[in-house]
């Protein structure tokens, strides 16, 4: 079940101090309204009851999802002992373990993997559509503000790049994507025992570390 916390909060904005509620857990199935929340992004939106602003608060999350079987720690920092140990019966039964630094990255995962997609082959996607952005000159790298995953369906994922004021969507089919990673299956390789970051970064990493040993 899903598990809430009160705690003391002082408003960025105006320094007073009131109360709010997080929540240390979210069970997807049992809450969907708490899930609907989650998606987009406004469990972590707070508003002021003294001077009525709003803004958002990033908090220690578990996120799970035991239908679409993954389960998601939102946090800066890597899980302690404790969901280490919780760890090991849910990769047992098949459950995807992620961590996620910012809430864009959380809103995004949810939306992967209850599409059914490999969350490694949608930030391939990404990073494949970044280069084919630079390369086939739609606009230069600083011109990009966003590279996000909209859906998977008929064979095709859709990424959208997002340049100032305009957006270009990529169709890649799935059966590439699944060549590529066929072909890098061990720089790929990720352990759910360790709650791994799947992200941008963690791909980028990747490729860097592979044009210096070639």
Not at 36 to 62: A, E, N, T, W
Not at 76 to 85: F, K, M, N, Q
Not at 106 to 117: H, M, R, Y
Request: hydrophobic residues 35%; contains cysteine.
């Amino acid at each position: 079940m899903s598990h809430s916390s009160e705690r003391e909060y002082t408003c960025p904005y105006c320094g007073r101090k009131f109360a709010i509620t997080t929540w240390d857990s979210v069970n997807a199935a049992a809450d969907p309204d708490l899930r609907d929340r989650c998606v987009d992004g406004d469990i972590f939106r707070f508003s002021c009851p003294h001077c009525k602003r709003d803004f958002m608060v990033q908090y220690p999350l578990v996120y799970s999802d035991p239908v679409h079987k993954f389960v998601i720690w939102v946090s800066t920092a890597a899980p302690g002992i404790d969901l280490h140990e919780a760890a090991k019966p849910l990769i047992a039964q098949g459950y995807t373990l992620r961590r996620c630094e910012t809430i864009k990255e959380f809103t995004e995962k949810i939306q992967i993997l209850e599409d059914g997609v490999s969350d490694v082959m949608a930030e391939l996607a990404k990073f494949d559509s970044f280069i084919d952005f630079i390369r086939n000159k739609k606009g230069t790298r600083e011109d990009i503000t966003g590279i996000e995953y909209q859906r998977t369906e008929n064979g095709v994922m859709k990424i959208t790049v997002r340049a100032d004021d305009k957006s270009v969507s990529m169709l890649i089919p799935v059966s590439m994507l699944e060549e590529e990673m066929e072909s890098r299956k061990e720089d790929f390789k990720t352990d759910d025992a360790d709650f791994p970051l799947v992200n941008s970064d963690w791909i980028t990493q990747i490729y860097r570390e592979s044009e210096g040993s070639a």
